[in-house]
Nanobody, 125 residues
């Protein structure tokens, strides 16, 4: 069993930065891939970044590529999403999710086994 808790959301102005964190419980977490998803009202939750179990392979959706960086610290059971140059379109609830298969390549919500509760990010213009 893995439990995930996100933190670090908040309100920033366009151009600003935030660092989201996903804290995990459970020894098996270090073998899981982790994805960051975001969701706005009326739209589906979508994957924006992912990292494999070792941290050696990452994925970014085109709209965040070059601005967001995903990383993990397996010694601390943590995954981070550093967000730079934020835009109003980045406003959403952000969720971290864990995939027991451990590899980058899962893009759908149903492919992830565990979810956090979400953290709100609001970017004002």
């Amino acid at each position: 069993q893995v439990q995930l808790v996100e933190s670090g959301g908040g309100s920033v102005q366009a151009g600003g930065s935030l660092r989201l964190s996903c804290a995990a419980s459970g020894r098996a977490f270090t073998s899981y891939a982790v994805g960051w998803f975001r969701q706005v009202p009326g739209k589906e939750r979508s994957l924006i970044a992912a990292i494999n179990w070792s941290g050696g392979i990452t994925y970014y959706e085109d709209s965040v590529k070059g601005r967001f960086t995903i990383s993990r610290d397996n010694a601390k059971n943590m995954v981070h999403l550093q967000m730079e140059a934020l835009k109003p379109d980045d406003t959403a609830v952000y969720y971290c999710a864990a995939d027991r298969r451990g590899q980058v390549g899962a893009y759908l919500t149903g492919e992830y086994n565990y979810w956090g509760q979400g953290t709100q990010v609001t970017v004002s213009s």
